[in-house]
Nanobody, 114 residues
Framework: QVQLMESGGGLVQAGGSLRLSCLAS????????MVWHRRAPGKQRELVARISRGGSTLYADSVKGRFTISRDNAKNTVYLQMDSLEPEDTAVYYC????????WGQGTQVTVSS
């Protein structure tokens, strides 16, 4: 059974940092592409960052240079380091397993105050 458990969300002031973690289980983590998405209030879900099984990364333009995605295959965990946070980054952040069968975590709330 695939499980994805996010943690690390919270309330932070603009300019601050947070690190999100997603602990995976129930599948071969190292063989899967992992993605962070977010959904802000009143907006559609958007891809934030993606990391392939080989470690190649991709970022949304809105977070380039501020966010860093990484993975630790020994710990079955994918991370999202978020620096220079802005109020516009306020959203629920979701961990997503891209390869079949695709799976979502339950999400973690990030709130950035101005």
């Amino acid at each position: 059974q695939v499980q994805l458990m996010e943690s690390g969300g919270g309330l932070v002031q603009a300019g601050g940092s947070l690190r999100l973690s997603c602990l995976a289980s129930g599948f071969i983590f190292s063989a899967n592409t992992m993605v962070w998405h977010r959904r802000a209030p009143g907006k559609q879900r958007e891809l934030v960052a993606r990391i392939s099984r080989g470690g190649s990364t991709l970022y949304a333009d809105s977070v380039k240079g501020r966010f860093t995605i990484s993975r630790d295959n020994a710990k079955n965990t994918v991370y999202l380091q978020m620096d220079s946070l802005e109020p516009e980054d306020t959203a629920v952040y979701y961990c997503y397993k891209e390869d079949y069968p695709p799976s979502w975590g339950q999400g973690t709330q990030v709130t950035v105050s101005s």
